[in-house]
């Protein structure tokens, strides 16, 4: 199961209390202080983890808790300190502090192996060794741990993928995807068929590669809610490129492309400055003569307003992938 969306409460542990006691053995009549210190708390961190893709963890167990550290020992012994909790958590997720009605970023984890502290330990109270003066040989004065408190946070799950792809429902995004990687995600004629985001890496060598991030289709009003749109949207916030899939059998695609445009700029105003590429899908759906008078349409409409390229493929019969796939690859090499 995918979840993108999570709420958790976090507490580190508390440090634990510094000692009173004094030096007792045999042949030393009077010994000196020797309350040890207290242990501190555990530290709350969290660490990408590049195999996980999910926040599933998260939905069902809610309250982390680190280990408070122990009380201090005589012979200036410290407590031991309480263990660490560690929250594995997928790349590309960004960690938010709940403040009664604001939040703020703690964090954003985005490389494999990276480690935030989200809460700190308290530090461990003073044992009675530590306030022995010339006029104080014998004090009585040990000091507390220092108590924590407990955190809410919630958790943002937006994939990191290279290329965004963005287009209605049923423009051929899965089919694409799968036909360029290994993924298999569902694939039917029906609107919505994808209902989850899915990642795919597409090789142009042994050692050049990309990843494709595929969403469920947008409709007209995704940014307020309408469809699944808005609910995905944010997982190509991070891309580097958008590739616009527009179905060749579209009566109107340019309107279907400012469309699209729109949305993604009144749910985000910078993804309208992402670069991008317009894709006619579907092509091997109508006639060689039908297609090439189609096509000269759809690119002369396209310069006159925008003055873009237009690529057309075929995910079926594969036309016009490879020229897509370098096209693709050589505009990420220019944008890193």
Known sequence: MFIDYARIKIKSGNGGDGTISFRREKYVPKGGPDGGDGGRGGDIIAVGDSNLNTLLDYRYHKIFKAGNGKPGAGAKKTGSSGANCILRLPL???????????????????????????????SGGKGNYNFATPTNQAPRIA??????EEMELELV???????GLVGFPN?????????????RPKIADYEFTT?????????????????MADIPGIIKGAHLGKGLGDQFLRHIQRTHL????????????????RTL??????????????????????????????LKQKLTEIRNA?????????????AVSKDGLDELKYKIYNILQQSR
């Open 195 to 211: 209902l989850e985001p899915m990642l795919g890496v597409v090789y142009i060598s042994d050692y050049q590669n990309f990843v």
């Open 143 to 148: 000091t507390p741990g220092v108590k924590t």
């Open 171 to 183: 423009a051929g995004k899965s089919t694409l995807l799968s036909v360029l990687s290994s993924a």
């Open 302 to 314: 396209f310069k006159k307003e925008y003055n873009d390229e237009i690529f057309a493929i075929s």
């Open 92 to 122: 590309g997720t960004e960690i938010y502090v709940l403040e009664e009605n604001k939040k703020y970023k703690l964090a954003d984890i985005t490389q494999a192996g990276e480690k935030v502290i989200l809460s700190a330990g308290g």
């Open 157 to 163: 799950l937006k994939l990191m993928a290279d290329v």
């Open 261 to 290: 445009r729109s949305e993604l700029y009144l749910y985000d105003s910078f993804m309208d400055k992402k670069p991008h590429l317009i894709v006619i899908s579907k092509t091997d759906t109508l006639s060689p003569e039908d």
């Open 242 to 257: 958008l590739l616009f899939l527009i179905d060749i059998a579209t009566p109107d695609p340019l309107e279907a492309y």
